[in-house]
């Protein structure tokens, strides 16, 4: 059934939704293109990193390359699909560096190169260049869903090979709260509810379609990570909670980049301050220059 198929957000949550997914993306966006170089940077056993490479290069994340014939040697290069990720695993750190306090060892802080500065990404809208990041009324952006958006289309099928590639204990937990948002597509559904104003048990169940002891289960972690706060019955994103916009925004933005489906957008995004459509663009909150890819490392 094409209505059915699943859009750009159930593709991206497919990918992203593994932790070794993003920490070998992050590594080669540091500049790790050989195995050896993966296998040194991460605590990833031979069978995980094996599967995760050959995996990233049929899904386009990565390109396979042999660098020499006699015995075969290969690297992996980042697509363009692949690198562009970076806005994503910046906004990812710099989460829970500021919200996840129990890092160990904690997370190193990020340089701009540029300016040489310890520096927080911002969020802003591409269009106006006026910040967009979730402010205490946390509505600067409105979302509606496009013609490819539903949740039914947005929610990838259980069946997802990450989850027989690899047991979630393998994982580093490097980002053990993003991945409980990402890697887990009713938490990812629901956050993005709370984001567009459901607050309701019954309305996220009746919205999301998903079985009542799911929500609830979600709802519990939500509210034991201090991500959302349960007032007389009405469940609200609390400020670590608004602090997830970014992540969102720039998944949300690569996925709609990568997976464009051909009736168009799953989720369109509207800027209040300047009423164009929102798309993020990551600045320093130091020298207020765009941020690049290229010019991010840890300190
Ligand atoms: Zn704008
Ligand atoms: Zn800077």
Same mark, same amino acid.
């Not at 991945?179 to 048990?201: C, E, K, N, Q, T």
């Given at each position: 059934?094409?209505?059915?198929?699943?859009?750009?957000?159930?593709?991206?949550?497919?990918?992203?939704? $593994?932790?070794?997914?993003? +920490?070998?993306? &992050?590594?080669? +966006?540091?500049?790790?293109?050989?195995?050896?170089?993966?296998?040194?940077?991460?605590?990833?056993?031979?069978?995980?990193? #094996?599967?995760?490479?050959?995996?990233?290069?049929?899904?386009?994340?990565?390109?396979?390359?042999?660098? &020499?014939?006699?015995?075969?040697?290969? %690297?992996?290069?980042? /697509?363009?699909? !692949?690198?562009?990720?970076?806005?994503?695993?910046?906004?990812?750190?710099?989460? %829970?560096?500021?919200?996840?306090?129990?890092?160990?060892?904690?997370?190193?802080?990020?340089?701009?190169?540029?300016?040489?500065?310890?520096?927080?990404?911002?969020?802003?809208?591409?269009?106006?260049?006026?910040?967009?990041?979730? $402010?205490?009324? =946390?509505?600067?952006?409105?979302?509606?869903?496009?013609?490819?958006?539903?949740?039914?289309?947005?929610?990838?099928?259980?069946?997802?090979?990450?989850?027989?590639? =690899?047991?979630?204990? $393998?994982?580093?937990?490097?980002?053990?709260?993003?991945?409980?948002?990402?890697?887990?597509?009713?938490?990812?559904?629901?956050?993005?509810?709370?984001?567009?104003?459901?607050?309701?048990?019954?309305?996220? @169940?009746?919205?999301?379609?998903?079985?009542? =002891? #799911?929500?609830?289960?979600?709802?519990? +972690?939500?509210? !034991?990570?201090?991500?959302?706060?349960? /007032? !007389?019955?009405?469940?609200?994103? #609390?400020?670590?909670?608004?602090?997830?916009?970014? *992540?969102?925004?720039?998944?949300?933005?690569?996925? @709609?980049?990568?997976?464009?489906?051909?009736?168009?957008?799953?989720? *369109?995004? #509207?800027?209040?301050?300047?009423?164009?459509?929102?798309?993020?663009?990551?600045?320093?909150?130091?020298? =207020?220059?765009? +941020?690049?890819?290229?010019?991010?490392?840890?300190?």
């Amino acid at each position: 059934m094409p209505g059915a198929a699943p859009n750009a957000v159930a593709q991206m949550l497919g990918l992203l939704g $593994d932790e070794w997914t993003l +920490l070998i993306v &992050q590594q080669a +966006l540091l500049g790790s293109t050989r195995y050896g170089e993966f296998a040194a940077g991460l605590p990833v056993s031979h069978a995980v990193l #094996t599967n995760r490479l050959q995996t990233m290069a049929a899904e386009g994340l990565l390109t396979r390359r042999e660098y &020499q014939i006699k015995p075969a040697r290969s %690297e992996y290069l980042l /697509t363009p699909q !692949g690198r562009s990720l970076w806005p994503v695993l910046t906004s990812i750190w710099h989460w %829970e560096r500021t919200w996840v306090p129990d890092h160990r060892p904690p997370l190193p802080a990020m340089c701009h190169l540029d300016c040489g500065a310890e520096f927080a990404p911002a969020v802003t809208c591409r269009s106006c260049g006026a910040p967009a990041g979730a $402010d205490d009324r =946390g509505e600067r952006v409105v979302a509606q869903w496009g013609p490819s958006g539903s949740w039914q289309r947005s929610i990838p099928a259980a069946t997802n090979r990450r989850r027989s590639a =690899g047991r979630r204990v $393998d994982a580093a937990s490097l980002f053990p709260e993003t991945m409980s948002v990402i890697g887990d597509r009713w938490a990812f559904a629901l956050l993005v509810a709370a984001f567009v104003g459901v607050g309701r048990f019954t309305d996220f @169940q009746s919205q999301l379609g998903a079985p009542p =002891g #799911t929500i609830a289960d979600r709802l519990a +972690l939500f509210c !034991g990570e201090d991500v959302l706060a349960n /007032t !007389g019955g009405r469940y609200a994103l #609390t400020a670590k909670g608004r602090g997830f916009f970014p *992540i969102l925004v720039c998944a949300l933005s690569w996925a @709609q980049r990568w997976f464009p489906a051909p009736e168009g957008a799953a989720v *369109i995004l #509207t800027h209040r301050a300047c009423g164009r459509e929102f798309s993020p663009a990551l600045v320093c909150d130091r020298c =207020g220059a765009r +941020l690049r890819g290229a010019q991010i490392r840890p300190v």
